[in-house]
């Protein structure tokens, strides 16, 4: 039986004014309430739109793809990854935060989103204000790596050479200014009281084939690429950017554990939806995205790429993300990287 059923009989019980104020209530708290229900129960009923910030074949994409594709399985609409690249990022981020709060557009976040937040000073979107969460996808650490020619074999010796130069004389590679490669290591200065410079390129390639050559000295990297060259002994690898020893380089200690307590830099993703997105259709694709995480298939995928799954509920995801946000913008402030 259904309320608007219900309301004649209370309608006809009632004496006078009465039965009109109540029956006028009850309307109107159907005419709430309905829309959003009946927008839960039939969602989806068109394919969703899945921005990415960055170029296919990067990890971003990779890691929307494997979901996207997973969660299409289950959800009865496919899931359509559309890469939106410049500005870091920042070009999905703001098409994502205009978009209609309906469920038909989500967005890729990540570790970028939470640092493009203060590295941009005319970048007005901020994920408190203009997004909902969804859920966490996947995260991994980042590996600290020096040419073997450097002759350090574990980060405090790294601290110990730095301190003994002239502040910025020894050099870094980063992936490019504002990457987490770049953010890891001024993270890493500012919390070791040393100054390595930086010196950006435009993606981690020529990075690394810089570092094989020994031109460049330190480098913090992601995993995969690097694996084979650390333990064939061409690059040394001497400490993880996580909380915990990584399982692709368990032998390694990490950066916390090596005389830094605290230091913490995972490289992360997640999804998030425009603000005013309906709560039962965010539980409905956090929900599809635990199952997507749970597939076997995109479990090896995550294996593979060295990412572990970031299971987290809405509420949690916001408050890591919010977390992750301000961290990284003390780190801007101290070093003066806004721009």
Known sequence: MTLQSVLPRIAWRLRGGAALSVAAAAIAA????????????????????????????????????????????????????????????????????RAEPDGYTIQMTLMSSAINESLFKNFKVRFAEHFEPIGGIASTGLVLLVHPSLGVNNVQDLIKLAKSKKPGELLYASAGAGTATHLAAELFNTTAGVKLNPVHYRGGGDTLKDLLSGEMKIMFSTMPPVIGFV?????????????????????????????????????????????????????????????????????????????????????TFRKFYIAEAAKWAKVVEATGLAR
Do not use: C
């Open 30 to 97: 159907v005419a709430v309430v309905a829309p959003s229900a009946v927008h839960a129960q039939a969602y989806p009923t068109k394919p969703i739109k899945l921005l990415v910030g960055f170029a296919p074949g990067g990890p971003t994409d990779i890691l929307a793809r494997v979901v996207g594709q997973a969660m299409s399985k289950t959800i009865g609409e496919q899931i359509v990854v559309e890469n939106r690249t410049g500005a870091g990022g920042n070009i999905a981020t703001e098409a994502a935060a």
């Open 231 to 315: 333990k064939e002994g061409r690059l040394k690898g001497i400490a993880t950017t996580g909380l915990k020893r990584d399982p692709l380089l368990p032998d390694l200690p990490t950066i916390a554990e090596s005389g830094m307590p605290g230091f913490n830099v995972p490289l992360w993703f997640g999804l998030a939806a425009p603000k005013g997105t309906p709560k039962p259709v965010l539980a409905k694709l956090n929900a599809e995205l635990k199952k997507a995480l749970d597939m076997p298939d995109v479990k090896q995928v995550l294996d593979k790429q060295g990412f572990a799954p970031m299971v987290m509920d809405p509420e």
